[in-house]
């Protein structure tokens, strides 16, 4: 029988118990989706659960080789090991008599390249989006120090969403120590980076640089840019670095610089992925929507829709990047309305020359683009003598997760604000406002880490996932739902909890030997709070922490703190010497306390400009939203 022609055929899990016992789960095996080396991918559906998965399968009559085996091996090791939003998710593994199955996330819009067989070739628009999310992916590899080495468009599906999933780490390789060079020649043909097929100079994460080089020129143009019918010939090309935009190709001459500096022989002179993200093609100035539609499976995405997201556009959803859980900066809207009653002047003017609306803290208004963001380095909003930044190229690392036990200080960014907790003077000053008193920015490998002044411990990780441990004995590990982008918080106790989260809470128990020094003095409360930062951004002077409790916080580089309760209309000042001043919001804007009212007009401009962003790029006194 033809393998394209669907044939449904039981497949039977044993699973032995403990004590000897064992228990059949059934898996129909249905639709054959491709192959590729020895295995061959099915869809496959549990007949506990229904829930559908891809299913690899590889007969062990292929496996007799010890290198065959310690392939597999590496590749279920490595894939099971790593999370991200934008990697195919390893279910589980398993095997029968004769075949080793591998299930993983069920993609259902296939491929990249059936996408491109289909579409001939992409529209740039189409192309940004795809391709920030394919850096994200490969930061989050490259932080843990995996290589992927078959990066192609065979190996990138799309979900239900379009959400680009990578996945096939048959051939990804992990790095024992920085700086270490690998020299297996492997990969396919088109995508295959110079130094690969030099075997004897070694090779590195910058591999993978080139294949995303190759992609996005085989998008944009509709083939690869080294083919030939000639495998040699196309290696010749790859090594010389011998490739051309053809005449009449609709490409843009931000494309073929970006491309142009990506395929180049020395991988020490490529873009960096942090660079490909703050290169001209991907950061000009207009928003990026997160997915494509699904209409864009069949044909491109229409003139109305790209408007949209037009750089000049003012009342359209400003997405500044890509956030993993779809949430968009809350700080700046109420679907209930104004949360603050006064309002703030700034003496800013809109484009038009005309005052700057007022603005609200806690409200946007029914034309106020929303931000969405995620802790990562491409959000840079020039203005406030500074830019707003999260991360930098530079920011030092620590050891990768699956080293968690074994973690390092080094000399990543920490901030600890300067007060001491139990001093009555403060106790009997400061309304019962938690706050965050220590942090830790370790985004280039992890997240951020966090001490609260009730002692609690948190981290928002870069998959946009959350955990919150209060002194005790539980934690909460906090998810976004994607159906209504909603906070899910479960609660779990340190001695028993889901193995799926093990590697967090390792990194948990090293944040919280960091703050032990900040938090062992402490008063317990007794009541658990699961107050955790909700949303976080870092500017030039200050890093404002938006927490779940509708508080928001701003911690100044000078020591001092702004506390903004919504709920309760109140702005607490503390300045670098612990002193507090705590007062309505209408007391507060009018305050002859000119240090509090500076820093809460910076903070009213931070927001601001944010809310302002796009509207003119070349007004000098409107701040560009750069992705």
């Known amino acids: 029988m033809d393998a394209s022609v669907s044939e449904t055929v039981i497949i039977e899990e044993r699973i032995t118990k403990v004590n000897g016992d064992f228990h059949i789960k059934r898996h129909a095996r249905g639709k054959f989706l491709g192959k590729g080396g020895f295995a061959k991918v099915y869809i496959f559906t549990n007949l506990e659960t229904n829930k559908g998965m891809a299913g690899k399968v590889m007969p062990k009559a292929n496996l007799n080789r010890s290198r065959s085996r310690q392939k597999l091996m590496t590749e279920i090791r490595l894939h099971k090991s790593i999370h991200h939003q934008n990697i195919v998710k390893f279910e589980h593994v398993f095997e029968d008599a004769d075949n080793v199955y591998i299930m993983l996330e069920f993609c259902q819009n296939q491929s990249m390249n059936e996408l491109l067989k289909r579409r001939k070739n992409l529209t740039e628009f189409e192309v940004q989006c795809y391709v920030i999310q394919i850096v994200e992916a490969l930061k989050y590899l490259h932080s843990n120090r995996i290589i992927h080495r078959d990066l192609k468009l065979g190996n990138m599906f799309l979900n239900d969403k379009m959400q680009i999933k990578l996945g096939d780490f048959g051939l990804a390789t992990k790095l024992e120590f920085d700086g270490e060079k690998k020299r297996t020649v492997c990969g396919t043909p088109n995508y295959i980076a110079p130094e690969i097929l030099d075997g004897n100079v070694g090779h590195s994460y910058q591999v993978d640089v080139w294949a995303l080089g190759v992609i996005i020129y085989t998008l944009i143009i509709g083939k690869p840019p080294f083919e030939t019918t000639d495998i040699k010939l196309t290696y010749k090309k790859i090594k010389e670095c011998d490739f051309s935009f053809p005449d009449g190709a609709v490409i843009s001459e931000s494309a073929k610089d970006m491309i142009s500096k990506i395929l180049v022989f020395q991988p020490e002179k490529r873009l960096t992925l942090d660079e490909i993200l703050v290169h001209p093609f991907i950061n000009h100035g207009g928003p990026i929507p997160q997915f494509m539609p699904v209409s864009t499976m069949a ?238 951004i870092k500017t030039k002077h200050a890093v404002f922490f938006r927490l779940n409790n509708r508080v928001l916080q701003v911690a100044f580089n000078d020591q001092t703190i702004l506390m903004i309760n919504s709920d309760l209309k109140r702005i607490t000042y503390i300045d670098s010497k612990g002193n507090t001043t705590a007062s309505s919001v209408e007391k507060a804007a009018s305050s002859e306390n000119k240090d509090l009212t500076k820093r809460l007009k910076y903070a009213e401009e931070v927001l601001k400009q944010i809310w302002n962003a796009q509207t003119d790029a070349k007004n000098p006194e409107t701040p560009v939203a750069k992705e």
Request: some cysteine.
């Open 299 to 536: 044909c491109p995405p229409t003139s109305n829709y790209m408007k949209q997201f037009a750089a000049n556009s003012t009342s359209q959803r400003m997405k500044i990047a890509t956030d993993s859980d779809g949430d968009t900066f809350d700080i700046l809207k109420s679907p209930k309305g104004p949360l603050i009653s006064a309002r703030f002047t700034s003496g800013l003017k809109s484009p038009t020359g005309s005052d700057a609306p007022t603005f609200d803290f806690f409200r946007m208004t029914p034309k106020t683009p929303k931000l969405d963001f995620l802790g990562t380095d491409r959000f840079n909003l020039q203005g406030l003598n500074g830019s707003l930044v999260l991360l930098s190229p530079k920011t030092p690392k620590i050891k990768t997760l699956s080293n968690a036990d074994n973690i390092q200080e080094v000399e990543a960014e920490h901030v600890e604000i300067k007060e001491n907790i139990n001093t009555k003077k403060k106790t009997s000053q400061i309304p019962s406002e938690l706050r965050v008193i220590k942090w830790y920015d370790y985004t280039s490998k992890y997240g951020l880490g966090y001490a609260l002044s009730n002692g609690a411990v948190g981290i928002f990780f870069n998959d946009g996932t959350k955990l919150i441990a209060p002194p005790g004995e539980n934690f909460q590990y906090i998810v976004r739902r994607s159906s209504d982008k909603q906070d899910v918080a479960e609660t779990f106790a340190f001695k028993d909890y889901p193995q799926e989260v093990h590697k967090k809470v390792l990194v948990h128990n090293r944040f919280k030997e960091h703050f032990e020094s900040v938090i062992k003095n402490i008063n317990k409360v007794e009541e658990e709070s699961y107050v955790y930062i909700k949303k976080w």
